[in-house]
T-cell receptor, first 115, second 113 residues
Framework: NAGVTQTPKFQVLKTGQSMTLQCAQD?????MSWYRQDPGMGLRLIHY???????DQGEVPNGYNVSRSTTEDFPLRLLSAAPSQTSVYFC??????????????FGPGTRLLVL | AQSVTQLGSHVSVSEGALVLLRCNYS??????LFWYVQYPNQGLQLLLK??????LVKGINGFEAEFKKSETSFHLTKPSAHMSDAAEYFC???????????FGTGTRLLVSP
């Protein structure tokens, strides 16, 4: 199993550009989520999905879109990049909702710099 | 509101010394609690978790944590630090019915020879 994979590993964008961060998992997990990690702020939930076709907003959803057309993939779209979106982005998956005690499996992260 | 607080953004220990990383949660109902570790330039991986049952939880790499309801704490310990333990550690908590898992701000463990 590859686990959770993310591409790209690093990206530089100019303000106003759009891009898609890719996330895939091969563990047949229903729950997937996107976090951003910023110094001194821990991990903050952007969007999550409890299954194919079902997504919902997390703590900091503004400026991001998601979709879940398959169980395996959960891409994160930045609509119009802003310097405030400079961060490290992590995708995670779990068999069920982590609030019920399920372990999350994290990808290696995408480091995004917006100029 | 549910929250998880980690005391100390940095903890420094010598190799062989006791490691103690502190985590407190706020909740009227005992939550599910996790410790995750993040090595440099990597994603997070689970160290251990408390769901129900035994309050002393053993994890990987010799770490353990004790759930203390009276103190609303879930501190992480390891009797003897190793250089390879240098990493950032995150405490997280959640309860069934809540929208999301809440992460602490992280504690960076520095281990000196």
């Amino acid at each position: 199993n590859a686990g959770v994979t993310q591409t790209p590993k690093f990206q530089v964008l100019k303000t106003g550009q759009s891009m898609t961060l890719q996330c895939a998992q091969d563990m047949n997990h229903e729950y997937m989520s996107w976090y951003r990690q910023d110094p001194g702020m821990g991990l903050r939930l952007i969007h999550y999905s409890v299954g194919a076709g079902i997504t919902d907003q997390g703590e900091v959803p503004n400026g991001y879109n998601v979709s879940r057309s398959t169980t395996e993939d959960f891409p994160l779209r930045l609509l119009s990049a802003a310097p405030s979106q400079t961060s490290v982005y992590f995708c995670a998956s779990s068999y069920s909702i982590p609030n019920a005690g399920e372990t999350q499996y994290f990808g290696p992260g995408t480091r995004l710099l917006v100029l | 509101a549910q929250s998880v607080t980690q005391l100390g953004s940095h903890v420094s220990v010598s190799e062989g010394a006791l490691v103690l990383l502190r985590c407190n949660y706020s909740s009227s109902v005992p939550p599910y609690l996790f410790w995750y570790v993040q090595y440099p330039n990597q994603g997070l991986q689970l160290l251990l978790k408390y769901t129900t049952g035994a309050t002393l939880v053993k994890g990987i790499n010799g770490f353990e944590a004790e759930f203390k309801k009276s103190e609303t704490s879930f501190h992480l310990t390891k009797p003897s630090a190793h250089m390879s333990d240098a990493a950032e550690y995150f405490c997280a908590g959640g309860r069934t019915g809540f929208q999301k898992l809440v992460f602490g701000t992280g504690t960076r463990l520095l281990v000196s020879p």
